[in-house]
Structures are given as structure tokens and as C-alpha cells.
């Protein structure tokens, strides 16, 4: 009879163990959800696990393939073990799992859009009180501000929450 279990992958294979596993004949369930990330200033749509480092798997150890093989897969590290044996889950909760899996992207923070030129001041932090003039967002939570530091111009970057609008 078929059973759910947790298998812990090796750091960022697990792409690869869900391949090397399917052509096992090992059912794989690896949630991912759609995000959107600001990298390098553009705003685009990656695809991330739901549980890093982590996938269910449903398959009979005693027709095959044992214990053994899922472990020495490819971009496996172990199972997910309750004392010697790997632990069995229930099927319920990854079925729950598959019903709740999100269909939509899930979107950025919403945050206060600030125009390149826009003059802020830095409300924390060691440049506390300076102001500033706004750049360009430097990924999600963080800008880059421009300020004028000895009559020169200086790339800073800063927490978006200790930046406020003039």
C-alpha cells in the first residue's frame, strides 16, 4: 500500500529529486507558490517552494522501491524520521495541501511608491534626520538614497520604513 512521507533535500536540489524520484516511479508533491520579488529594481514573478528544502513522496517500500533507494536519489539528503524509521504521514494532509495550494501570484508588500528625484528624510538608523534625495529601490524592503556627504553626492542604502516623504 502506498504512504506519504517527508523527505528532506540537499540545499537547492530539489528539482533535481523530484526528476531523479518520478523516473523512480515515486509520486512527488512539492508545492511552490508564485511571488513577486523586486530584483535589481524590476519587479518579476519567481517561483519559490512552499517548504524549503522539503517534499512529500507516496510510494510502497515493500514492492518498490525501498527506503534505501529514495534516500540515495539525487538531491536527497533523508527522510523526515520519527526514531529509526522514516515517519508515515497522513494522506489527509497532503490531499488539504493540494486543495489549498495557491493559484495566485502572491504579490509584493504593498509599500508607498516614491518617484526617482523625490526628496526624503531618513527618520532612523545612523543617517537619522538627513535628507536625502530617492534613487531607486534596492529589492523589497530596502532603497538606494542619494546623500550629500563633505559636498559630494553618496549612494546610501536604507530601510524602506525609516524613509519618509517631505
Given at each position: 500500500?502506498?504512504?506519504?512521507?517527508?523527505?528532506?533535500?540537499?540545499?537547492?536540489?530539489?528539482?533535481?529529486?523530484?526528476?531523479?524520484?518520478?523516473?523512480?516511479?515515486?509520486?512527488?508533491?512539492?508545492?511552490?507558490?508564485?511571488?513577486?520579488?523586486?530584483?535589481?529594481?524590476?519587479?518579476?514573478?519567481?517561483?519559490?517552494?512552499?517548504f524549503p528544502g522539503?517534499?512529500?513522496?507516496?510510494?510502497?517500500?515493500?514492492?518498490?522501491?525501498?527506503?534505501?533507494?529514495?534516500?540515495?536519489?539525487?538531491?536527497?539528503?533523508?527522510?523526515?524520521?520519527?526514531?529509526?524509521?522514516?515517519?508515515?504521514?497522513?494522506?489527509?494532509?497532503?490531499?488539504?495541501?493540494?486543495?489549498?495550494?495557491?493559484?495566485?501570484?502572491?504579490?509584493?508588500?504593498?509599500?508607498?511608491?516614491?518617484?526617482?528625484?523625490?526628496?526624503?528624510?531618513?527618520?532612523?538608523?545612523?543617517f537619522a534626520g538627513?535628507?536625502?534625495?530617492?534613487?531607486?529601490?534596492?529589492?523589497?524592503k530596502r532603497s538606494?538614497?542619494?546623500?550629500?556627504?563633505?559636498?559630494?553626492?553618496?549612494?546610501?542604502?536604507?530601510?524602506?520604513?525609516?524613509?519618509?516623504?517631505?
Open positions: 500500500m502506498k504512504r506519504w512521507y517527508l523527505l528532506y533535500c540537499k540545499r537547492g536540489e530539489q528539482q533535481r529529486a523530484k526528476m531523479h524520484l518520478e523516473n523512480q516511479g515515486v509520486e512527488v508533491y512539492y508545492p511552490q507558490v508564485s511571488i513577486e520579488k523586486c530584483i535589481r529594481g524590476n519587479v518579476k514573478i519567481t517561483h519559490e517552494p512552499l522539503y517534499m512529500f513522496v507516496r510510494f510502497d517500500y515493500e514492492i518498490g522501491p525501498s527506503f534505501t533507494t529514495v534516500r540515495s536519489t539525487r538531491g536527497v539528503a533523508d527522510f523526515v524520521r520519527g526514531g529509526v524509521y522514516p515517519k508515515e504521514l497522513q494522506g489527509d494532509l497532503v490531499y488539504t495541501l493540494k486543495q489549498l495550494e495557491p493559484t495566485q501570484t502572491v504579490p509584493l508588500p504593498e509599500a508607498e511608491v516614491i518617484d526617482k528625484g523625490t526628496k526624503v528624510t531618513i527618520t532612523s538608523g545612523q538627513v535628507d536625502a534625495i530617492y534613487h531607486e529601490p534596492d529589492g523589497e538606494i538614497l542619494l546623500v550629500t556627504l563633505i559636498s559630494k553626492q553618496v549612494e546610501v542604502h536604507i530601510d524602506n520604513q525609516d524613509i519618509e516623504k517631505k
